[in-house]
């Protein structure tokens, strides 16, 4: 199993993963694909508001560095929907995030029932919403995809 985002819902610390199957779930339920609901989850959160279109020069390879294109790509999405996140896309994201990190899907149905449809405050978990769906697109800010690790030591042949 890929590395799971751990975050407080609930009153606990609990595990959260979209994998390819709960994405595919979650776009069929939400009728839009991962990245539109995501932008739509984070139109309404103070890091979307504040938001600064990112400079090329800050970049050690420019307007070439991937890292660039990457902040620049989420940056134009989120000037470009604005507000218009569904009940669904904070539901669905976290229920399905909650099985995929491990719960039963009876298990996740019961915590989002009592923590999301019944809980007078329930719109306060688009960010967390937002934050499973941002870390199954982009992962870890630690992790390494797409770096090459250097082998320091040649296979041995083996005789057969």
Do not use: H
């Not at 405050?121 to 697109?137: E, F, H, K, R, V």
């Amino acid at each position: 199993m890929s590395k799971v985002l751990k975050e407080e819902f609930g009153g606990a610390k609990r595990e959260f993963r979209l994998g390819i199957g709960e994405l595919r779930e979650l776009q069929g339920i939400c009728d839009a694909g991962p990245a539109t609901i995501l932008a739509r989850l984070m139109s309404c959160q103070p890091q979307a508001v504040g938001l600064k279109r990112p400079n090329a020069n800050d970049y050690e390879l420019g307007a070439s560095d991937p890292d660039f294109n990457s902040d620049f790509n989420i940056y134009s999405l989120l000037r470009t929907i604005g507000n218009d996140w569904r009940v669904d896309d904070v539901r669905e994201t976290i229920r399905l995030g909650l099985i995929g990190g491990g719960c039963t899907p009876t298990e996740a149905a019961l915590l989002v029932a009592r923590y999301i449809d019944a809980a007078s405050d329930w719109p306060s978990n688009a960010g967390l919403a937002a934050a499973i769906l941002l870390y199954a697109l982009i992962g870890p800010q630690d992790d390494q995809v797409g770096k090459a690790t250097v082998e320091t030591e040649m296979p041995q042949a083996t005789d057969a």
